[in-house]
């Protein structure tokens, strides 16, 4: 029995040497290649970022025109929109209803007032909506 006993100690113990073996032998040379790999997918990745960035730049400068166009003519409709409002006369009663029945501040209720042309039923009908 003991012998018997010890065949198996040994076979076990050769056994775990035999997997301790195949995993720290074949895990470490795969380990370079995998670094080595890792290293070139990397510096793919680096190059195919540069390629699009070469890319992007050109596109960059006609979005940034474009978008340079589009915010000045922006600004001018919003400031002749602001020329337009700026004409409408409202009264100081209408002012001050729309102040004080809302809570708003001076500045709100005089925007209400002027987009609606004046018009206290339609700037309160709006400010409540």
């Known amino acids: 029995v003991r012998v018997h006993g010890g065949i198996d100690m040994a076979t076990e113990g050769d056994v775990e040497l035999e997997l301790e073996?195949?995993?720290s032998g074949p895990?470490?040379?795969p380990e370079k290649p995998r670094k080595h790999d890792s290293g070139a997918a990397d510096l793919e990745r680096v190059t195919d970022y540069a390629e699009e960035k070469e890319i992007q730049s050109s596109n960059l400068e006609t979005a940034m025109s474009v978008i340079g166009d589009r915010r000045s003519?922006?600004?001018k409709?919003?400031?002749e929109r602001e020329k337009e409002l700026a004409k409408v006369t409202i009264k100081k009663e209408d002012l001050e209803l729309?102040?004080?029945e809302m809570e708003i501040s001076r500045a709100a209720a005089e925007r209400s007032l002027r987009e609606?042309?004046?018009n206290v039923v339609?700037?309160?009908?709006a400010l409540t909506n």
């Open 73 to 75: 003519r922006e600004q």
């Open 122 to 125: 339609e700037a309160l009908i």
């Open 116 to 118: 609606h042309m004046g």
């Open 27 to 29: 895990e470490r040379p």
């Open 77 to 79: 409709a919003k400031q």
């Open 21 to 23: 073996t195949e995993t």
């Open 98 to 100: 729309i102040m004080t």
